[in-house]
Protein backbone atom coordinates (compact mmCIF):
# COMPACT_ATOMS: atom_id res chain seq x y z
CA UNK A 1 0.00 0.00 0.00
CA UNK A 2 1.23 3.25 -0.63
CA UNK A 3 2.50 5.88 1.61
CA UNK A 4 0.11 8.11 1.86
CA UNK A 5 -2.42 8.42 5.10
CA UNK A 6 -5.19 9.57 2.76
CA UNK A 7 -5.40 6.46 0.80
CA UNK A 8 -4.30 4.14 4.24
CA UNK A 9 -7.64 5.90 5.85
CA UNK A 10 -10.06 4.47 2.98
CA UNK A 11 -8.49 0.84 3.69
CA UNK A 12 -10.41 1.11 7.32
CA UNK A 13 -13.81 1.74 5.88
CA UNK A 14 -14.36 -1.18 4.04
CA UNK A 15 -17.81 -2.05 2.73
CA UNK A 16 -19.27 1.85 4.06
CA UNK A 17 -20.78 3.76 0.74
CA UNK A 18 -17.68 5.78 -0.51
CA UNK A 19 -19.16 7.15 -3.79
CA UNK A 20 -22.56 7.44 -4.81
CA UNK A 21 -23.08 8.09 -8.54
CA UNK A 22 -25.68 8.04 -11.40
CA UNK A 23 -24.64 4.52 -12.13
CA UNK A 24 -24.54 3.09 -8.41
CA UNK A 25 -23.38 2.66 -5.05
CA UNK A 26 -19.42 1.86 -4.57
CA UNK A 27 -17.71 0.93 -1.17
CA UNK A 28 -14.25 2.15 0.06
CA UNK A 29 -13.28 -1.61 -0.37
CA UNK A 30 -14.18 -1.44 -4.38
CA UNK A 31 -12.71 1.83 -4.09
CA UNK A 32 -9.17 0.84 -3.56
CA UNK A 33 -9.36 -2.39 -5.55
CA UNK A 34 -10.49 -0.51 -8.72
CA UNK A 35 -7.42 2.41 -7.68
CA UNK A 36 -5.34 -0.21 -7.51
CA UNK A 37 -5.94 -1.43 -11.43
CA UNK A 38 -5.71 2.15 -12.18
CA UNK A 39 -2.40 1.82 -10.83
CA UNK A 40 -0.88 -0.89 -11.81
CA UNK A 41 -2.23 0.04 -15.76
CA UNK A 42 -0.39 3.82 -15.47
CA UNK A 43 2.75 1.79 -14.34
CA UNK A 44 3.17 -0.82 -17.16
CA UNK A 45 6.63 -2.41 -16.73
CA UNK A 46 7.86 0.57 -14.76
CA UNK A 47 8.29 0.76 -10.52
CA UNK A 48 7.18 4.01 -10.32
CA UNK A 49 6.18 6.97 -11.93
CA UNK A 50 8.67 9.10 -10.65
CA UNK A 51 6.06 12.15 -10.60
CA UNK A 52 5.33 12.12 -13.97
CA UNK A 53 2.02 13.87 -14.52
CA UNK A 54 -0.95 12.39 -15.93
CA UNK A 55 -3.84 14.39 -16.82
CA UNK A 56 -7.57 13.35 -17.59
CA UNK A 57 -10.91 14.40 -18.61
CA UNK A 58 -13.38 12.18 -16.73
CA UNK A 59 -17.10 13.20 -15.93
CA UNK A 60 -17.58 13.58 -12.28
CA UNK A 61 -18.38 9.87 -10.37
CA UNK A 62 -16.62 7.01 -9.29
CA UNK A 63 -14.44 6.56 -11.85
CA UNK A 64 -13.38 9.50 -11.71
CA UNK A 65 -12.13 8.89 -7.79
CA UNK A 66 -10.31 6.00 -8.80
CA UNK A 67 -8.64 7.51 -11.17
CA UNK A 68 -7.22 10.28 -9.19
CA UNK A 69 -6.49 7.57 -6.43
CA UNK A 70 -4.90 5.38 -8.72
CA UNK A 71 -2.51 7.94 -10.06
CA UNK A 72 -1.18 8.80 -6.90
CA UNK A 73 -0.58 5.08 -5.89
CA UNK A 74 1.44 4.85 -8.91
CA UNK A 75 3.35 7.68 -7.85
CA UNK A 76 2.12 10.20 -10.23
CA UNK A 77 0.91 14.15 -10.25
CA UNK A 78 -2.69 14.05 -11.50
CA UNK A 79 -3.63 16.91 -13.39
CA UNK A 80 -7.34 17.23 -13.80
CA UNK A 81 -8.60 19.13 -16.90
CA UNK A 82 -11.75 21.01 -16.64
CA UNK A 83 -15.19 19.93 -18.81
CA UNK A 84 -15.95 23.68 -19.82
CA UNK A 85 -12.23 23.92 -21.11
CA UNK A 86 -11.64 24.32 -24.80
CA UNK A 87 -9.59 22.32 -26.84
CA UNK A 88 -6.99 25.17 -26.81
CA UNK A 89 -7.04 25.38 -23.10
CA UNK A 90 -6.42 21.88 -22.65
CA UNK A 91 -3.71 22.15 -24.95
CA UNK A 92 -2.58 25.00 -22.84
CA UNK A 93 -2.41 22.93 -19.54
CA UNK A 94 -1.02 19.89 -21.30
CA UNK A 95 1.66 21.65 -22.65
CA UNK A 96 2.58 23.72 -19.54
CA UNK A 97 1.88 20.76 -17.28
CA UNK A 98 4.58 18.68 -19.66
CA UNK A 99 1.58 15.70 -18.80
CA UNK A 100 3.10 12.65 -21.20
CA UNK A 101 -0.61 11.04 -20.36
CA UNK A 102 -3.74 11.95 -21.20
CA UNK A 103 -6.56 9.83 -19.84
CA UNK A 104 -10.14 10.44 -21.54
CA UNK A 105 -13.93 9.14 -20.98
CA UNK A 106 -15.14 7.99 -24.30
CA UNK A 107 -18.06 10.43 -24.05
CA UNK A 108 -15.76 12.79 -23.68
CA UNK A 109 -13.43 12.29 -26.78
CA UNK A 110 -14.93 15.19 -28.60
CA UNK A 111 -13.47 17.81 -25.77
CA UNK A 112 -9.94 16.70 -26.77
CA UNK A 113 -10.46 17.76 -30.68
CA UNK A 114 -8.78 20.32 -32.30
CA UNK A 115 -6.05 20.01 -29.48
CA UNK A 116 -2.55 19.48 -30.49
CA UNK A 117 -0.43 17.67 -28.18
CA UNK A 118 3.19 16.35 -28.87
CA UNK A 119 4.52 13.65 -30.14
CA UNK A 120 5.26 11.84 -26.59
CA UNK A 121 2.30 12.37 -25.25
CA UNK A 122 -0.08 9.38 -25.00
CA UNK A 123 -3.81 9.61 -25.10
CA UNK A 124 -5.79 6.41 -23.35
CA UNK A 125 -9.51 5.46 -23.02
CA UNK A 126 -10.44 5.34 -19.25
CA UNK A 127 -11.79 1.67 -19.77
CA UNK A 128 -8.21 0.33 -20.61
CA UNK A 129 -6.89 1.72 -17.13
CA UNK A 130 -9.22 0.25 -14.95
CA UNK A 131 -9.08 -3.27 -16.20
CA UNK A 132 -7.96 -5.66 -14.12
CA UNK A 133 -4.09 -6.03 -13.29
CA UNK A 134 -1.37 -7.61 -10.89
CA UNK A 135 1.63 -6.47 -9.28
CA UNK A 136 3.46 -4.32 -6.59
CA UNK A 137 2.85 -0.54 -5.69
CA UNK A 138 5.60 1.89 -4.85
CA UNK A 139 5.65 3.24 -1.71
CA UNK A 140 4.75 6.87 -2.15
CA UNK A 141 6.37 9.64 0.50
CA UNK A 142 3.89 12.25 1.17
CA UNK A 143 6.31 15.31 0.53
CA UNK A 144 6.53 14.06 -3.30
CA UNK A 145 4.18 16.46 -5.61
CA UNK A 146 0.62 15.38 -6.05
CA UNK A 147 -1.61 17.52 -8.10
CA UNK A 148 -1.13 20.32 -10.03
CA UNK A 149 -4.51 22.57 -10.10
CA UNK A 150 -4.70 25.48 -12.54
CA UNK A 151 -5.64 28.85 -11.52
CA UNK A 152 -8.89 30.38 -12.77
CA UNK A 153 -6.97 33.03 -14.71
CA UNK A 154 -9.03 35.64 -13.93
CA UNK A 155 -6.30 38.34 -13.84
CA UNK A 156 -3.49 36.31 -16.60
CA UNK A 157 -2.68 33.29 -17.92
CA UNK A 158 -3.60 29.92 -15.55
CA UNK A 159 -0.66 28.80 -13.45
CA UNK A 160 -0.27 25.49 -12.18
CA UNK A 161 -0.85 25.52 -8.48
CA UNK A 162 1.41 22.30 -7.41
CA UNK A 163 0.36 20.59 -4.14
CA UNK A 164 2.27 17.75 -2.23
CA UNK A 165 0.61 15.34 -0.23
CA UNK A 166 1.34 16.26 2.74
CA UNK A 167 0.07 19.95 1.68
CA UNK A 168 -3.08 18.23 0.75
CA UNK A 169 -2.88 16.25 4.28
CA UNK A 170 -2.52 19.64 5.82
CA UNK A 171 -5.67 20.92 4.20
CA UNK A 172 -8.14 17.77 4.48
CA UNK A 173 -7.40 17.87 8.19
CA UNK A 174 -7.47 21.43 9.07
CA UNK A 175 -11.22 21.46 7.28
CA UNK A 176 -12.74 17.76 8.45
CA UNK A 177 -11.71 19.30 12.19
CA UNK A 178 -13.35 22.92 11.79
CA UNK A 179 -16.46 21.21 10.40
CA UNK A 180 -16.54 18.30 12.39
CA UNK A 181 -16.63 15.44 9.56
CA UNK A 182 -17.77 11.91 10.50
CA UNK A 183 -18.02 8.72 8.65
CA UNK A 184 -21.99 9.37 9.01
CA UNK A 185 -21.87 12.14 6.75
CA UNK A 186 -23.16 12.37 3.43
CA UNK A 187 -22.85 15.33 0.73
CA UNK A 188 -23.65 16.12 -2.65
CA UNK A 189 -21.27 17.27 -4.94
CA UNK A 190 -21.87 19.32 -8.14
CA UNK A 191 -18.61 21.45 -7.96
CA UNK A 192 -16.60 21.07 -11.15
CA UNK A 193 -13.44 18.75 -10.50
CA UNK A 194 -10.51 20.81 -12.15
CA UNK A 195 -11.29 23.44 -9.19
CA UNK A 196 -9.95 22.85 -5.47
CA UNK A 197 -13.85 23.45 -4.14
CA UNK A 198 -15.13 20.33 -5.71
CA UNK A 199 -12.32 17.87 -5.51
CA UNK A 200 -10.82 19.03 -2.04
CA UNK A 201 -13.67 20.16 0.34
CA UNK A 202 -16.02 17.76 -1.33
CA UNK A 203 -14.09 14.81 -2.48
CA UNK A 204 -11.49 14.43 -0.37
CA UNK A 205 -12.96 15.33 2.64
CA UNK A 206 -15.38 13.08 2.35
CA UNK A 207 -12.54 9.76 1.59
CA UNK A 208 -10.53 11.26 4.68
CA UNK A 209 -13.75 11.15 7.18
CA UNK A 210 -15.17 7.78 5.52
CA UNK A 211 -18.01 9.53 4.57
CA UNK A 212 -20.33 9.31 0.96
CA UNK A 213 -20.00 11.37 -1.68
CA UNK A 214 -22.87 12.00 -4.37
CA UNK A 215 -22.22 12.82 -7.62
CA UNK A 216 -24.05 14.73 -9.96
CA UNK A 217 -23.19 15.25 -13.48
CA UNK A 218 -23.34 18.47 -13.59
CA UNK A 219 -25.51 21.41 -11.92
CA UNK A 220 -29.07 21.63 -12.19
CA UNK A 221 -31.16 23.59 -9.82
CA UNK A 222 -34.23 21.46 -9.88
CA UNK A 223 -32.42 17.92 -10.11
CA UNK A 224 -30.64 19.47 -6.84
CA UNK A 225 -34.08 20.39 -5.23
CA UNK A 226 -34.91 16.89 -6.30
CA UNK A 227 -32.05 15.49 -4.80
CA UNK A 228 -32.28 16.92 -1.52
CA UNK A 229 -35.65 15.49 -1.21
CA UNK A 230 -34.16 12.49 0.09
CA UNK A 231 -33.16 13.76 2.92
CA UNK A 232 -30.05 11.58 3.24
CA UNK A 233 -27.39 14.05 3.39
CA UNK A 234 -26.11 15.78 5.86
CA UNK A 235 -23.52 18.28 4.01
CA UNK A 236 -23.72 20.52 0.86
CA UNK A 237 -21.08 23.10 -0.45
CA UNK A 238 -21.55 25.91 -3.35
CA UNK A 239 -20.78 28.89 -4.45
CA UNK A 240 -22.91 32.28 -4.62
CA UNK A 241 -24.74 31.27 -7.96
CA UNK A 242 -25.20 28.46 -6.98
CA UNK A 243 -27.56 29.01 -4.11
CA UNK A 244 -29.02 31.68 -6.33
CA UNK A 245 -30.20 29.77 -8.43
CA UNK A 246 -31.72 27.22 -6.06
CA UNK A 247 -33.21 30.19 -4.88
CA UNK A 248 -34.63 31.19 -8.50
CA UNK A 249 -35.97 27.77 -8.48
CA UNK A 250 -37.70 27.77 -5.55
CA UNK A 251 -39.21 31.16 -6.22
CA UNK A 252 -40.78 29.67 -9.46
CA UNK A 253 -42.50 26.85 -7.87
CA UNK A 254 -45.65 26.79 -6.55
CA UNK A 255 -46.35 27.12 -2.21
CA UNK A 256 -46.82 23.66 -1.55
CA UNK A 257 -43.66 22.97 -3.55
CA UNK A 258 -41.43 25.56 -1.60
CA UNK A 259 -43.00 24.09 1.80
CA UNK A 260 -41.63 20.76 0.45
CA UNK A 261 -38.38 22.27 -1.11
CA UNK A 262 -37.81 23.93 1.87
CA UNK A 263 -38.36 20.70 4.15
CA UNK A 264 -35.95 18.90 2.20
CA UNK A 265 -33.35 20.85 3.76
CA UNK A 266 -33.44 21.95 6.94
CA UNK A 267 -32.11 18.27 8.27
CA UNK A 268 -28.66 19.37 6.94
CA UNK A 269 -26.17 19.81 9.37
CA UNK A 270 -24.17 22.16 7.08
CA UNK A 271 -24.07 24.29 4.07
CA UNK A 272 -21.04 26.68 2.91
CA UNK A 273 -20.66 29.21 0.61
CA UNK A 274 -17.36 29.87 -1.04
CA UNK A 275 -15.15 30.75 -4.03
CA UNK A 276 -16.67 33.97 -4.32
CA UNK A 277 -17.74 36.60 -2.35
CA UNK A 278 -21.33 35.75 -0.99
CA UNK A 279 -23.92 38.48 -1.53
CA UNK A 280 -25.45 39.36 2.09
CA UNK A 281 -29.33 39.30 0.29
CA UNK A 282 -28.18 35.77 -0.58
CA UNK A 283 -27.64 34.93 2.59
CA UNK A 284 -30.30 36.25 3.81
CA UNK A 285 -32.68 34.72 1.21
CA UNK A 286 -31.58 31.43 1.70
CA UNK A 287 -32.04 31.55 5.54
CA UNK A 288 -35.83 32.21 4.68
CA UNK A 289 -35.90 29.20 1.91
CA UNK A 290 -33.61 26.74 4.16
CA UNK A 291 -33.38 27.96 7.68
CA UNK A 292 -29.66 27.34 7.07
CA UNK A 293 -27.30 30.23 7.66
CA UNK A 294 -25.03 29.63 5.40
CA UNK A 295 -20.93 29.52 6.52
CA UNK A 296 -18.69 31.65 4.75
CA UNK A 297 -15.10 30.60 4.66
CA UNK A 298 -11.62 32.08 2.65
CA UNK A 299 -9.39 30.00 0.36
CA UNK A 300 -7.70 29.87 -2.56
CA UNK A 301 -6.05 27.03 -4.68
CA UNK A 302 -2.84 28.01 -3.03
CA UNK A 303 -3.48 27.40 0.61
CA UNK A 304 -6.65 25.70 0.52
CA UNK A 305 -8.93 26.97 3.57
CA UNK A 306 -7.77 29.42 5.17
CA UNK A 307 -10.29 31.46 7.24
CA UNK A 308 -13.98 30.13 8.52
CA UNK A 309 -16.95 31.19 10.16
CA UNK A 310 -17.60 29.16 13.34
CA UNK A 311 -19.33 25.80 12.86
CA UNK A 312 -20.81 26.03 16.34
CA UNK A 313 -20.85 29.89 16.73
CA UNK A 314 -22.34 33.01 15.48
CA UNK A 315 -21.83 33.68 11.64
CA UNK A 316 -21.85 36.99 10.39
CA UNK A 317 -22.67 38.35 7.06
CA UNK A 318 -19.71 39.85 4.89
CA UNK A 319 -17.62 38.22 7.27
CA UNK A 320 -15.34 34.78 6.41
CA UNK A 321 -14.40 34.11 9.87
CA UNK A 322 -11.17 33.26 11.64
CA UNK A 323 -8.07 31.52 11.06
CA UNK A 324 -8.54 27.69 10.37
CA UNK A 325 -6.72 24.72 12.71
CA UNK A 326 -3.18 24.59 11.87
CA UNK A 327 -3.44 27.76 9.74
CA UNK A 328 -1.66 31.30 10.84
CA UNK A 329 -2.73 33.92 8.93
CA UNK A 330 -2.30 38.13 9.33
CA UNK A 331 -2.44 41.19 7.65
CA UNK A 332 0.63 43.00 5.96
CA UNK A 333 1.31 46.81 4.88
CA UNK A 334 2.81 47.42 1.87
CA UNK A 335 5.91 47.56 3.66
CA UNK A 336 5.98 44.03 5.08
CA UNK A 337 4.54 45.08 8.42
CA UNK A 338 2.59 43.30 10.06
CA UNK A 339 -0.77 44.81 11.73
CA UNK A 340 -2.90 44.39 14.56
CA UNK A 341 -6.51 44.01 14.78
CA UNK A 342 -8.50 47.64 13.47
CA UNK A 343 -6.34 47.39 10.33
CA UNK A 344 -6.84 46.58 6.98
CA UNK A 345 -4.13 44.96 4.49
CA UNK A 346 -3.22 42.27 2.33
CA UNK A 347 -4.09 38.36 3.90
CA UNK A 348 -0.63 36.36 3.87
CA UNK A 349 -0.76 32.73 5.23
CA UNK A 350 1.66 30.54 6.71
CA UNK A 351 1.43 26.29 7.35
CA UNK A 352 2.09 22.95 6.12
CA UNK A 353 -1.34 23.82 3.99
CA UNK A 354 -0.01 26.22 1.77
CA UNK A 355 1.34 24.97 -1.75
CA UNK A 356 4.68 23.94 -2.57
CA UNK A 357 5.21 25.79 -6.36
CA UNK A 358 3.77 27.22 -9.31
CA UNK A 359 4.77 24.34 -11.95
CA UNK A 360 7.77 25.77 -14.13
CA UNK A 361 7.36 29.29 -12.66
CA UNK A 362 10.64 29.45 -10.11
CA UNK A 363 10.55 33.09 -10.28
CA UNK A 364 7.03 33.67 -9.60
CA UNK A 365 6.65 31.40 -6.83
CA UNK A 366 9.67 33.25 -5.25
CA UNK A 367 7.44 36.52 -5.23
CA UNK A 368 4.38 34.88 -4.11
CA UNK A 369 6.22 34.64 -0.39
CA UNK A 370 7.88 37.13 1.71
CA UNK A 371 9.15 35.97 4.92
CA UNK A 372 7.64 32.57 4.36
CA UNK A 373 4.43 33.80 4.03
CA UNK A 374 2.51 33.45 0.75
CA UNK A 375 1.38 37.08 -0.22
CA UNK A 376 -2.45 36.49 -1.04
CA UNK A 377 -2.99 39.66 -3.04
CA UNK A 378 -6.35 39.97 -0.68
CA UNK A 379 -7.09 42.57 0.90
CA UNK A 380 -8.82 42.40 4.18
CA UNK A 381 -9.98 44.05 7.16
CA UNK A 382 -9.42 42.64 11.08
CA UNK A 383 -11.80 43.33 13.17
CA UNK A 384 -11.44 43.49 16.50
CA UNK A 385 -12.02 40.15 17.75
CA UNK A 386 -10.04 38.51 15.45
CA UNK A 387 -12.86 38.19 12.64
CA UNK A 388 -11.84 39.16 8.71
CA UNK A 389 -13.79 41.30 6.28
CA UNK A 390 -12.98 40.44 2.89
CA UNK A 391 -12.50 43.73 1.13
CA UNK A 392 -11.38 42.52 -2.19
CA UNK A 393 -8.04 41.62 -4.62
CA UNK A 394 -5.78 44.44 -4.37
CA UNK A 395 -5.52 43.59 -8.13
CA UNK A 396 -9.67 43.88 -9.59
CA UNK A 397 -11.65 45.08 -6.37
CA UNK A 398 -9.42 47.67 -4.72
CA UNK A 399 -10.18 50.58 -6.70
CA UNK A 400 -7.27 53.78 -6.42
CA UNK A 401 -9.22 56.97 -7.14
CA UNK A 402 -7.96 60.45 -6.40
CA UNK A 403 -6.13 59.26 -3.52
CA UNK A 404 -8.68 56.99 -1.95
CA UNK A 405 -8.86 53.02 -1.77
CA UNK A 406 -12.03 52.07 -2.77
CA UNK A 407 -13.45 48.51 -2.45
CA UNK A 408 -15.68 47.20 -4.87
CA UNK A 409 -17.28 44.92 -3.01
CA UNK A 410 -18.00 47.33 -0.60
CA UNK A 411 -20.31 49.08 -3.57
CA UNK A 412 -21.41 45.89 -5.11
CA UNK A 413 -22.89 45.06 -1.85
CA UNK A 414 -24.61 48.31 -1.94
CA UNK A 415 -26.02 48.28 -5.53
CA UNK A 416 -27.27 44.64 -5.17
CA UNK A 417 -29.82 46.21 -2.78
CA UNK A 418 -31.41 48.26 -5.50
CA UNK A 419 -35.07 46.92 -6.68
CA UNK A 420 -33.22 47.03 -10.19
CA UNK A 421 -30.38 45.54 -10.23
CA UNK A 422 -30.22 42.00 -9.76
CA UNK A 423 -26.45 41.75 -9.96
CA UNK A 424 -23.26 43.78 -10.78
CA UNK A 425 -20.06 43.93 -10.67
CA UNK A 426 -17.76 47.44 -9.86
CA UNK A 427 -14.40 47.89 -11.27
CA UNK A 428 -11.63 50.43 -11.70
CA UNK A 429 -11.50 52.22 -15.33
CA UNK A 430 -7.87 53.81 -16.00
CA UNK A 431 -8.97 57.68 -15.83
CA UNK A 432 -6.32 59.96 -16.49
CA UNK A 433 -7.19 62.63 -14.10
CA UNK A 434 -8.11 60.25 -11.21
CA UNK A 435 -6.47 57.05 -11.55
CA UNK A 436 -9.33 55.12 -11.91
CA UNK A 437 -12.89 55.81 -11.60
CA UNK A 438 -15.47 53.62 -10.51
CA UNK A 439 -17.40 51.84 -13.19
CA UNK A 440 -20.79 49.67 -12.27
CA UNK A 441 -21.53 47.12 -14.55
CA UNK A 442 -25.19 46.07 -13.89
CA UNK A 443 -27.76 43.27 -14.86
CA UNK A 444 -30.93 44.57 -14.51
CA UNK A 445 -34.67 42.75 -14.50
CA UNK A 446 -36.73 41.80 -17.54
CA UNK A 447 -37.76 45.42 -19.21
CA UNK A 448 -36.47 47.77 -16.71
CA UNK A 449 -33.42 50.49 -17.48
CA UNK A 450 -31.56 52.91 -15.46
CA UNK A 451 -29.39 56.01 -16.13
CA UNK A 452 -26.29 56.44 -13.99
CA UNK A 453 -27.46 59.89 -12.24
CA UNK A 454 -30.33 57.78 -11.11
CA UNK A 455 -28.25 54.98 -9.62
CA UNK A 456 -26.03 57.92 -7.93
CA UNK A 457 -28.71 59.48 -6.22
CA UNK A 458 -30.43 56.18 -4.95
CA UNK A 459 -26.63 55.58 -3.48
CA UNK A 460 -26.38 58.51 -2.24
CA UNK A 461 -26.93 57.98 1.07
CA UNK A 462 -25.90 54.71 1.51
CA UNK A 463 -22.05 55.13 0.67
CA UNK A 464 -19.29 57.79 0.11
CA UNK A 465 -19.44 60.26 -2.19
CA UNK A 466 -16.18 59.00 -3.20
CA UNK A 467 -17.50 55.65 -4.07
CA UNK A 468 -20.05 56.47 -6.46
CA UNK A 469 -20.08 54.86 -9.81
CA UNK A 470 -19.19 58.04 -12.17
CA UNK A 471 -19.56 54.98 -15.70
CA UNK A 472 -22.30 52.64 -16.24
CA UNK A 473 -22.95 49.92 -18.44
CA UNK A 474 -26.03 47.77 -18.50
CA UNK A 475 -25.24 44.28 -19.45
CA UNK A 476 -27.42 41.22 -20.18
CA UNK A 477 -25.44 39.17 -18.22
CA UNK A 478 -21.75 39.07 -16.28
CA UNK A 479 -18.68 37.41 -17.82
CA UNK A 480 -18.04 34.16 -15.09
CA UNK A 481 -15.56 31.34 -14.95
CA UNK A 482 -17.08 27.78 -14.50
CA UNK A 483 -16.50 28.25 -10.25
CA UNK A 484 -19.53 31.59 -10.60
CA UNK A 485 -16.61 34.08 -10.57
CA UNK A 486 -16.76 37.36 -12.46
CA UNK A 487 -13.89 37.85 -15.12
CA UNK A 488 -13.69 41.55 -14.00
CA UNK A 489 -10.89 42.11 -16.55
CA UNK A 490 -13.13 41.21 -19.30
CA UNK A 491 -15.57 43.94 -17.62
CA UNK A 492 -12.75 46.31 -17.52
CA UNK A 493 -12.44 46.07 -21.21
CA UNK A 494 -15.62 46.69 -22.00
CA UNK A 495 -15.65 49.95 -20.04
CA UNK A 496 -12.84 51.01 -22.60
CA UNK A 497 -14.20 49.94 -25.80
Known amino acids: MA ?98 TVIFHPDLARKLKGASFGAGVRMRKLPDILRPARGELPTVREERRAMIIYTSGTTSRPKGVVSTHLNIKAQISSMAEAWEWSPGDS ?34 PRDVWDRFGKKDLTLFMGVPTIYSKLIDCWEDSSARERVRMSDSVRGLRLMVSGSAALPVSVLEKWKEVSGHVLLERYGMTEIGMALSNPYGGERLAGRVGFAMPGVEVGIFDAQD ?22 WGKPRETESAFRGGWFKTGDIAFLEHGGSYRILGRESV ?15 EEVLRGHPLVEQCAVVGVADSRWGERVGAAVVLGEGSSIELEELRGWASDKIARYKLPTRLLVLPSLPRNSMGKVIKNTIKQSFQI
Open 3 to 100: GIELIQRTAGFGERTAVEDWTGNFTYAELLRVSRFAALNLLGDKEDLGEKRVAFILPPGFEYVALKLGVWMAGGVSVPLGLAHSPREIEYVMGDSGAE
Open 187 to 220: ILNVLPLHHLHGILNVVLCSLWSGARCVMMDGFS
Open 337 to 358: GRLEEGNQGEIRVKGESVFLEY
Open 397 to 411: DIIKSGGYKISALEI
